[in-house]
């Protein structure tokens, strides 16, 4: 049969929606909850809520530790203490080229036994590789997921016929109409969005999708464009490194606060400590740009000589700044997070209704009473989705508050996400039809509900706060 | 109004004055909180919050306005009290897509030029959002 553009659009539209779109789905939740991963990891780790960061001490005491315990080895990476994460995070290249991190209390500079809560940041990485799979795996199937999102998104907008016409149009109480009429508004009202986050997701791990320009530029290390796309080779490579005495990072704070005023660090790292060559850089935390450009100094640190920017400017390392800066949001102010935290639920809400879409014109097709597995199936899984998985996110901040992790302990937390969103599965797969939705909404609610009370319960038993005004 | 307007005439020049002084022009897009406390200028956070809910207000008039002449309602605003619109069609586009442009304006006063694009972007959003579902009738209608 010969059918129309719109109508083959339409076709691919519905098809790959269903198939990727409670992967999706799972994708735009938990990179929703990403916009304030270090808000979730702060409240999943209270006994940080109220330590008093000074960056200076925190700096001091990383660079002590480092010179006492790494003072050979080939580069320093230091992670500053900040509000977000009160804890100066350390890792450094060893001589043999191995890696080793730390983790340091940002006052006094001793080595933290932190428990293993993995925080907002298992969302975070959630949303872009998965869990319990090889990273590299994890991150093809988003991307591959990232392209058919785009692909969805042109295609959704080819077979939108009256894109302007219906643009304030919602009919409620309308069936199949009123799913429609939502499935528009929310795709439309932040189309924008949606067609930016998925392309600067995909132009993130292009390289995943289109490995062979790489392969070609970069034979022997195709990992070299990460470091090239980042910074400008300033190294002498004809010079060897001799050992000589770094200037004290005191030097360096107060030059840099000569050059920016009062300003939060974000990090620092040295190239070869304790030679000749050293190289001292230091980012400054605030992000006003959308390029990812944070305020940054070099030094040599062995004479305390200003070098030139070590940025790379060029047009295309800009560019892939750019994509990075625009999906990470690093710029966004609480306003603009939460503009952006609210479009990235509509993307859900669009997905979602997208999916019962789907399902429901089925289910009006439907001319017999058989039983379709299919259709079974597109509901339990829709069910388990769009209500298991908000459920299984509360039930891991559940866990926390129940459950306390050691450093040396299985992450229970992670155990009890996927436990809660495998018994919602088969929950759904018991459960008939006309209740499906109501016992998992009852239960989600009441979950949404009783998470705050036992907050604070949690919060006065356990003496992080004295009564409900400290909260 | 008028302290606000003179507010917002000293940050403008504020604005360009740093456009065309700073060495580094990322640098000179703080927000405004940001902005008081390192350079110390008479910028308010009280000012910037004033600016945002100026920028909102012009983008909830243009999109009610865009709305009331859209094809579905026109025939509703001729015989309303708004009629007067809908016998300017054109005029109201011109002007709810200037308004929106004096948001971004207004955005970038606060964000800076490239975060003021996104930021018009992602905050017409909820504006839209509340703005259809207001305009909708979403009650279940009882049958007789």
Same mark, same amino acid.
């Given at each position: ?349 669009? =997905? /979602?209704?997208? #999916?019962? &879409?789907?399902? *429901? ?6 001319? +017999?009473?058989?039983? $379709? ?71 989600? =609610? /009441?979950?949404? #509900?009783? &998470?705050?009370? *036992? ?6 038993? +356990?003496?992080?706060? $004295? ?5 | ?144």
């Amino acid at each position: 049969m010969h059918k129309s553009v719109r109508q083959s659009m339409a076709w691919l539209h519905s098809w790959i929606g269903l198939t990727f779109g409670w992967l999706l789905f799972a994708i735009f939740l938990t990179g929703s909850a990403t916009y304030y991963r270090h808000e979730i990891s702060m409240w999943m780790q209270p006994q940080f809520a109220s330590m008093q960061i000074k960056q200076e001490s925190a700096i001091q005491s990383a660079f002590t530790y480092l010179q006492k315990n790494a003072p050979d080895a080939k580069s320093w990476y230091i992670g500053v203490a900040n509000q977000n994460t009160p804890a100066n995070k350390i890792y450094w290249q060893k001589a043999d080229g191995g890696y080793e991190s730390k983790t340091l209390d940002a006052n006094t500079g001793k080595e933290l036994s932190l428990s293993a809560t993995q925080g907002g940041d298992f969302f975070y990485g959630f949303h872009y590789q998965l869990y319990g799979m090889p990273y590299s795996i994890g991150r093809l199937i988003v991307t591959f997921a990232a392209l058919i999102m785009f692909i969805a998104l042109i295609s959704g907008i080819i077979t939108h016929k009256k894109i302007f016409t219906d643009f304030f149009t919602l009919r409620a109480f309308k069936g199949q109409r009123s799913y429609l009429d939502f499935h528009n508004v929310s795709s439309v009202i932040a189309l924008p969005f949606f067609l930016t986050i998925t392309f600067t997701g995909l132009s993130i791990f292009f390289y995943l999708l289109f490995p062979a320009g790489m392969k070609k530029a970069y034979p022997d290390n195709p990992y070299q464009y990460f470091d090239e796309i980042r910074h400008v080779s300033t190294a002498n490579k004809a010079q060897q490194a001799q050992p000589k005495n770094m200037l004290s990072i005191q030097h360096f704070l107060q030059q840099t606060q000569q050059q920016w005023g009062k300003t939060n660090i974000d990090n620092i790292t040295v190239d070869q400590p304790n030679t000749q060559l050293a190289k001292l850089t230091i980012t400054a935390l605030e992000d006003h740009s959308i390029t990812r450009n944070q305020a940054q100094l070099s030094f040599n640190g062995a004479t305390g000589a200003l070098i030139g920017n070590t940025r790379n400017n060029s047009a295309i390392a800009t560019l892939n700044a750019s994509m990075y800066g625009l999906h990470m949001a690093n710029f966004a102010q609480p306003l603009l997070r939460l503009g952006l935290f609210f479009s990235g639920l509509l993307g859900c809400a669009m =997905i /979602a209704s997208g #999916l019962l &879409l789907w399902s *429901l014109k089925r289910q009006l097709q439907k001319k +017999n009473d058989h039983f $379709h597995f299919g259709h079974y199936l597109v509901n339990r899984l829709n069910t388990t989705m769009i209500i298991g998985l908000p459920v299984a996110m509360l039930g891991y901040l559940y866990a926390n508050r129940f459950v306390q992790l050691q450093a040396d302990t299985p992450n229970y937390e992670v155990y009890t996400f996927f436990t809660l969103w495998l018994f919602s599965f088969i929950i759904a797969l018991c459960t008939k039809q006309q209740y499906l939705w109501k016992t998992q909404l009852k239960l989600l =609610i /009441a979950m949404t #509900l009783a &998470l705050p009370i *036992l907050n604070v319960y949690y919060l006065i038993s +356990n003496q992080y706060i $004295h009564s409900l005004q400290d909260y | 109004m008028i302290i606000f307007t003179c507010r917002l005439n000293d940050l403008v020049i504020c604005h360009f004055s740093d456009f065309f002084t700073s060495k580094n022009h990322t640098d000179s897009k703080q927000s405004c909180g940001e902005d008081q406390e390192k350079t110390g200028t008479k910028i308010s956070a009280g000012v910037c919050v004033m600016i945002l809910a100026f920028a909102f207000l012009l983008i909830l008039i243009a999109s009610y306005s865009l709305y009331l002449i859209s094809s579905k309602q026109i025939t509703k605003t001729q015989k309303s009290k708004l009629s007067v619109l809908a016998q300017h069609v054109k005029l109201v586009k011109v002007i709810s897509f200037a308004l929106i442009i004096l948001a971004l304006f207004l955005f970038s006063l606060n964000y800076g030029n490239s975060i003021s694009f996104v930021a018009l972007c992602i905050l017409s959003s909820p504006i839209l959002f509340g703005l259809i579902l207001f305009v909708n009738d979403l009650k279940p209608k009882i049958k007789k």
